[in-house]
């Protein structure tokens, strides 16, 4: 939310503030924020597809810092879209702008587009390091503004609400945090800030009511916009004339319409009577003041009012105190799904687009840097997406279609969106969570149910996606893929094997395929060979070795600074100088700052392909549960350095020439290689599914002498010795 002028206004009148040095005491930090403004006020990357690890160091700083002055955040993110629909034209607003943003930015002009993986590299770096955190099922302001109020502790955010919420506590804007600059003796830091509280603001304009200030955001206009007739009130006060303010004023001319405003409004003892007022003032006939005409302005400013209402008890309080049940807020629709689920999304380990798939049927893809002419990078994604929203909407599919020629209506209730139409939302019925009834998967149900249930329904089950179009925003109906045995109802007591091959069903690889790559590299490998198949243009030998390439320099990267290696067993006496000369000249071949002009567009669309397949790729394994292990994205992709490194590789030199001398490296390198490669030979058993378009299939590009499949003699050696060392002559030299 944000009120429109609001912070130019108050952020330009220093006595609404005072000066606070803040340590030893609770914060509660608006998440959205805080990953927004880290970003973009430090030049982080956004040409390249972002520098997550420059980012994930920034968070840690960010955080010790706090530490360091015994600061206790408590980090409050956004969820999925507001079910009331209020917000969604700011919403589309918005996205469109981003896309219009993107393009500028590829063309070397200014813009602000946030990488696609910052939010998911923000929640990993917090859980890491035992921030406290939660994710509530829409939007979180009310809450963060609730949960402040009940502590009496200060809210950390950017957002001009908070201008207008009654907090004893106050409101820190970022603009003021000093927290790159501590200062006081070791044991007693602070950090210098500037806290605003509605007393202050008040107190300017002669005592003014509090309970008035939620009347200017909503005359003003907020997210939620503004009703229709308020134009016409704030004619009718002449607000720009308005000197006086009842005696309260300080009898000159206001500087802004917003300060006008605020004189006008502090005439009035309470809101009651302002209501009263504009009912007066609109010829509203029965003039009852606080809720006024029934459809008159009055009555809809009211409304609007109640979003800045504050009740006295946080449920957050409870979550953040340990309590098991996830905070449902001001949303009873994922009260209604399982008790994993809700879980799932309050510790932010389910990502916004399965929320807004489960709930809203409506998802709204991230715009990223990429070729405009071409079609939208998540294209690339889209069958992974159909997977999602097939296990999302399909239940109580196993009831209805238990007879195999029976009735194949749908049960009632089941929240369903049915092409063409709009059905309802959050009625999809309660699943067993985990310890409830013990559900057995047959053979038969693992490897073939796909057939009974897709039958289930006579019209397809669809998600609303608002992707890019060339430069406009387009809504688009993406199928469900009904085609996995698995659904919301069982999902959770599925046994671990069965959710893994529905992953890697999903993303057309066999598990042996994966067999000798580490653990937290597993995701990404199949990610990285479900991306050649279905990207397009087809990537390149060379982007898909600096895409590897880049893997490895994470890998290092992150031994080089904890001194722990998980690969002891396979590379047990490391050469820790050969692999830090390694280290080196990877870091050489970064994009620099004075370097970043002259994007090569198609080359950033191919790795934008590559981020949308792995964004997606996350959903789907949060949703699973978990089959395989997140990987740890700052060491995964770091966009200057990739686009480094292919410029490298393309200027004729060869990936060897950048491993020379270490060992360790030279193994992972092709291991992840052949690992991919591995991974990207069969077709995309999806790409047959509903509203698949075949996208991948016969490009001739794959045929010549590949080697072997993964699983033959010499994996087991692979596997725990990275023993494999292949010419890389095999492969097709087109860029």
């Given at each position: 939310m944000g009120v429109q002028g609001l912070t130019t206004y108050v952020e330009g009148n220093s006595h609404?503030?005072?000066?606070?040095?803040?340590?030893?005491?609770?914060?509660?930090?608006?998440?959205?924020s805080l990953y927004f403004r880290l970003y973009f006020t430090h030049g982080l990357d956004q040409q390249h597809g972002g520098d997550y690890d420059a980012f994930a160091c920034l968070l840690i700083q960010f955080l010790?810092?706090?530490?360091?002055?015994?600061?206790q955040p408590y980090v409050v993110l956004d969820g999925g879209m507001d079910p009331s629909d209020k917000k969604f034209a700011t919403l589309r607003q918005r996205l469109q702008s981003k896309i219009r943003e993107a393009d500028s930015i590829s063309h070397g002009r200014s813009g602000s587009v946030l990488p696609i993986l910052t939010r998911d590299v923000f929640i990993h770096v917090l859980i890491q390091?035992?921030?406290?955190?939660?994710?509530?099922?829409?939007?979180?302001?009310?809450?963060?503004?609730?949960?402040?109020?009940?502590?009496?502790?200060?809210?950390?955010?950017?957002?001009?609400?908070?201008?207008?919420?009654?907090?004893?506590?106050?409101?820190?804007?970022f603009r003021f945090f000093q927290w790159t600059n501590l200062n006081g003796k070791a044991?007693?830091?602070?950090?210098?800030?500037?806290?605003?509280?509605?007393?202050?603001?008040?107190?300017?304009?002669?005592?003014?009511?509090?309970?008035?200030?939620?009347?200017?955001?909503?005359?003003?206009?907020?997210d939620y916009g503004s009703p229709k007739d308020a134009e016409t009130l704030l004619a009718l006060i002449d607000v720009s004339n308005l000197g006086r303010g009842g005696g309260r004023g300080k009898n000159r001319a206001p500087a802004s319409r917003i300060e006008g405003l605020l004189l006008w409004l502090s005439s009035f003892s309470s809101s009651g009577e302002a209501l009263a007022e504009v009912s007066r003032l609109m010829g509203e006939n029965d003039g009852r003041g606080k809720k006024g005409a029934k459809g008159g302005l009055s009555s809809q400013l009211w409304a609007g009012m109640q979003e800045y209402h504050i009740t006295p008890q946080s449920s957050l309080a409870h979550w953040f105190s340990g309590g098991k049940a996830a905070p449902g807020g001001q949303s009873y629709l994922l009260a209604q799904l399982p008790e994993w689920l809700s879980q799932a999304a309050a510790q932010g380990s389910l990502a916004p687009l399965v929320l807004d798939a489960v709930v809203m049927q409506r998802v709204l893809l991230i715009p990223q840097v990429e070729n405009s002419k071409l079609p939208s990078s998540h294209c690339s994604a889209r069958a992974i997406r159909q997977a999602i929203y097939g296990i999302l909407l399909q239940r109580g599919q196993d009831k209805v279609t238990?007879?195999?020629?029976?009735?194949?209506?749908?049960?009632?209730?089941?929240?369903?969106?049915?092409q063409g139409k709009r059905g309802g939302r959050g009625q999809a019925g309660r699943g067993q969570g985990p310890g409830g009834a013990n559900v057995e998967f047959s053979s038969e149900q693992v490897a073939g149910a796909t057939a009974v249930q897709s039958q289930g329904c006579s019209a397809p089950m669809c998600v609303e996606e608002f992707d890019r179009l060339d430069l406009n925003l387009k809504k688009n109906q993406v199928q469900a893929n009904l085609k996995s045995h698995l659904c919301l109802d069982i999902l959770s007591q599925a046994p671990v094997a069965v959710r893994l091959g529905t992953l890697l069903e999903v993303l057309g690889v066999k598990e042996s395929a994966l067999l000798p790559v580490p653990p937290h590299l597993k995701l990404a490998v199949a990610v990285t060979g479900f991306w050649l198949k279905e990207a397009v243009p087809t990537p390149s030998q060379h982007q898909l070795q600096a895409l590897v390439l880049g893997m490895v320099y994470g890998e290092l990267s992150w031994i080089n600074q904890t001194g722990s290696n998980h690969y002891q067993d396979a590379v047990p006496q490391m050469n820790w100088p050969a692999e830090r000369q390694v280290l080196t000249g990877m870091q050489r071949q970064c994009v620099r700052a004075g370097e970043r002009r002259g994007l090569d567009i198609g080359v950033a669309h191919s790795f934008s392909q590559w981020q949308a397949c792995l964004w997606s790729a996350l959903s789907l394994n949060q949703l699973m549960l978990l089959p395989l292990p997140v990987p740890y994205l700052p060491r995964l992709f770091s966009g200057t350095l990739v686009h480094g490194l292919l410029k490298y590789l393309k200027g004729g030199r060869a990936a060897e020439s950048l491993l020379a001398g270490g060992s360790f490296s030279g193994h992972l390198y092709f291991t992840l290689l052949q690992a991919v490669r591995n991974?990207?030979?069969?077709?995309?058993?999806?790409?047959?599914?509903?509203?698949?378009?075949?996208?991948?299939?016969?490009?001739?590009?794959?045929?010549?002498?590949?080697?072997?499949r993964g699983g033959g003699r010499g994996t087991e050696e692979i596997n725990n010795r990275f023993a494999l060392l292949l010419s890389e002559e095999d492969w097709d030299d087109d860029d």
């Open positions: 609404f503030f005072h000066d606070v040095k803040l340590r030893d005491s609770r914060l509660v930090i608006d998440g959205c010790c810092a706090l530490a360091a002055c015994d600061i390091r035992g921030v406290p955190l939660v994710q509530c099922p829409a939007e979180a302001d009310w809450e963060i503004a609730s949960l402040a109020h009940q502590w009496k502790c200060p809210v950390l955010t950017n957002d001009s609400d908070f201008y207008i919420f009654d907090l004893p506590g106050g409101y820190l804007p044991s007693h830091r602070y950090i210098s800030a500037r806290c605003y509280t509605t007393n202050n603001l008040c107190r300017w304009f002669g005592g003014m009511n509090r309970e008035l200030l939620p009347l200017c955001a909503v005359l003003t206009g907020n238990q007879g195999r020629g029976g009735n194949t209506q749908l049960p009632k209730g089941s929240g369903v969106k049915s991974c990207s030979y069969k077709a995309h058993p999806s790409s047959a599914a509903p509203g698949g378009r075949g996208r991948g299939r016969g490009r001739g590009r794959r045929g010549k002498g590949r080697g072997r």
